[in-house]
């Protein structure tokens, strides 16, 4: 089966601007989740969608950050304005059911300057 | 609070050295836990799981028990190679919820 899809695979933006992620999750998985991975970190939750609702969005910085999954299939996540403290490998992964493990994409690795 | 804490990085071994990583959890009522592993360049893979006490997750000749009493989930391998070279993540999760991730440990192994 295909994996999660992600792009673009590298991001390189100055501070203040503006930047996109998407994501295109395994045929069939209902949930998705988008997580920010900071060097030397583990991955910590930004949103968790089931299909098309949200489910946990209680650590995403909604003053600058949004997701959306339209459709309940592929979803974007967006950084208005972008922070140097941003700067992050951002990971999508999507399960079957809520409670089964999750499939990883390869990340979208995001430099704020 | 509900975390993952695992052992510090980076561990070094020679080839065919024991491994073992520490991973320890809180949580209320009885999370499923597993390991995930990062090889270079590539994405967290799932390497192993155990869903409920005294399970042993098993996969490539890595190992870890489900260890209620202890809140532990050790992951163990007795003969290491050059190719297990990775970063390797802890994690747990509930029925609801997403997996929450230790901080990761690096593994290098030499020949």
């Known amino acids: 089966e295909a994996g999660v899809a992600q792009s673009p695979r590298y991001k390189i933006i100055e501070k203040r601007q503006s930047v996109a992620f998407w994501c295109n999750p395994i045929?069939?998985?209902?949930?998705l989740y988008w997580y920010q991975q900071i060097l030397g970190q583990g991955p910590k939750l930004l949103i968790q969608?089931?299909?098309?609702?949200?489910?946990?969005d209680s650590q995403l910085p909604k003053d600058r950050f949004s997701a959306e999954r339209l459709k309940g299939v592929d979803s974007t996540l967006k950084i208005q304005p972008a922070k140097l403290e941003d700067s992050a490998v951002y990971l999508c992964?999507?399960?079957?059911?809520?409670?089964?493990?999750?499939?990883f994409g390869n990340g979208t690795r995001l430099t704020v300057t | 609070g509900n975390s993952v804490t695992q052992m510090e990085g980076p561990v070094t071994l020679s080839e065919e050295a024991f491994l073992t990583i520490n991973c320890t959890y809180t949580?209320?009522?009885?999370?499923?836990l597993f390991w995930y592993v990062q090889y270079p360049g590539e994405g967290l893979q799932l390497l192993l799981k155990?869903?409920?006490?005294?399970d042993k997750g098993s996969n490539k000749g890595f190992e870890a028990t489900y260890r209620k009493e202890t809140t532990s989930f050790h992951l163990e391998k007795g003969s290491v190679q050059v190719s297990d070279s990775a970063v390797y993540f802890c994690?747990?999760?509930?029925?609801?919820?997403?997996?929450?991730f230790g901080k990761g440990t690096t593994l290098s192994v030499s020949s």
């Open positions: 155990a869903t409920k006490a005294d």
């Open positions: 045929s069939g998985h209902a949930t």
């Open positions: 969608f089931q299909n098309n609702g949200v489910v946990d």
């Open positions: 994690a747990r999760n509930q029925a609801g919820t997403a997996l929450i």
């Open positions: 949580a209320t009522g009885y999370p499923s």
């Open positions: 992964a999507s399960s079957l059911l809520d409670n089964s493990p999750l499939h």
